[in-house]
């Protein structure tokens, strides 16, 4: 018997008293159940089988986002879950290889009462750059195979040559700061692949201040109920299905993001995000039946389901672009983005101020390149200040 009526809503009043930004928590807790669920759940939909393990990346400046506190929040409820195997701290692609083989176990599943083994892990990094390496091309690509949850995968051993994992599955939730992914994901891993498995979820800040906390008797009360919960969340196995109004919903809705994506018009404007945009029904779908586990054990996509997920991916959309701020190939497209960035909080500076603040990024001539290039895309006004004799630049673009 479950103790809360909705463990989202349940784990977001729990974390309410934290400095990370909600959509911080909200994902970290999808990403909860999403490992407590593990392979044991799963969603028939013509010839695919989907499974509700997550790719989630937390993205902000080092320190004033406050990723690795929401992350650590998450880890250590997940480490209460005594079913659940977790990635080794130190994660190389060969450690979490052996994580996966030894978290081999098996269960019943009601729907065809047949023993089905799996390898569920879940992975969680606090600095992505530890776990992806740079240019790790390899790993990338196994992480691309991972995401899919194979029946079988197949790998190459020192010593015993070719060995596999029986039923995979891998749920990762990391974080990092935008000017690592120039040195994690090589310009060809940018839109396809690996990028369009990930939910990008980016902030610039953390969401309060909080300048002193200790849980209350309530709170321990509320973290005891979802560990609670999320035992039992861990207990479910078989399969989702459609309730008529879900997949009504859901299929009107795949019509309406098909004719929009053939028209040119992406739910995430930034060309990077090409792959994204066409896996994104397959995002929908994973967090429909994440969704339904937190609100119940029925195993049933319902309209509630399908308006709650899309509500939280189109969220998260909204910011989503600003992911790899300086990964373009244009020439200072990071600089560029940084002093976007900068004019954009402040509303209003001078040139002399960004030249003082960025002049380990960029020298007069780059500056002026930056300046014609933002007018052109008419999101600056540049005045001359004729008492200082020096530009003024202005945002104008979307706030």
Request: a neutral charge; glycine letters at 8%.
């Amino acid at each position: 018997m479950r103790e809360l009526p909705n463990w989202l809503s349940g784990y977001l009043q729990y974390t309410e008293n934290s400095e990370p930004p909600k959509s911080y928590q909200t994902w970290c807790g999808l990403s909860l159940v999403a490992g407590a669920l593990q392979r044991k759940v799963y969603l028939r939909w013509g010839f695919e089988t989907i499974y509700p393990n997550l790719f989630v990346v937390l993205v902000g400046p080092s320190g004033r986002a406050r990723k690795g506190v929401a992350l650590g929040i998450a880890k250590d409820m997940l480490s209460k879950i005594t079913n659940v195997a977790m990635a080794p701290e130190a994660s190389s692609r060969e450690a979490i290889i052996l994580a996966m083989k030894r978290s081999l176990v098996n269960f019943s599943d009601p729907v065809d009462n047949r023993i089905k083994f799996h390898c569920s892990l879940t992975a969680f990094s606090e600095e992505l750059s530890v776990l992806l390496g740079q240019n790790d091309i390899k790993l990338l690509a196994n992480l691309t195979d991972w995401y899919d949850s194979k029946d079988d995968w197949a790998y190459e051993t020192v010593g015993r040559g070719r060995d596999a994992l029986q039923g995979l599955c891998f749920n990762l939730l990391g974080a990092t700061a935008p000017e690592w992914l120039q040195s994690m994901l090589p310009q060809e891993a940018i839109g396809g692949g690996f990028t369009s498995r990930v939910i990008f979820v980016v902030e610039e800040r953390k969401g309060k201040t909080v300048p002193k906390h200790h849980l209350t008797p309530e709170e321990v009360a509320l973290e005891e109920a979802l560990v609670h919960d999320l035992e039992m969340i861990n207990q479910l196995r078989g399969q989702f299905k459609f309730s008529p109004e879900g997949e009504q919903a859901y299929v009107t809705w795949y019509a309406e993001q098909d004719a929009l994506l053939l028209k040119g018009q992406a739910a995430v404007e930034d060309t990077r995000f090409a792959g994204y945009c066409e896996r994104r029904t397959t995002h929908l779908r994973k967090l429909m039946m994440i969704l339904s586990a937190c609100r119940g054990n029925d195993l049933l996509l319902t309209k509630q389901d399908f308006d709650a997920a899309k509500a939280v991916l189109e969220m998260t959309e909204v910011k989503m672009g600003k992911t790899f701020g300086g990964l373009g190939r244009a020439a200072h497209s990071d600089s560029t983005e940084k002093v976007i960035e900068y004019i954009k909080m402040m509303g209003s500076t001078t040139r002399s101020v960004l030249m003082a603040r960025f002049y380990r990024d960029i020298d007069s001539f780059t500056l002026k390149n930056i300046e014609d290039q933002l007018q052109q895309m008419k999101v600056i006004e540049v005045k001359l200040l004729p008492d200082k004799g020096e530009k003024m630049y202005t945002w104008l673009g979307p706030k």
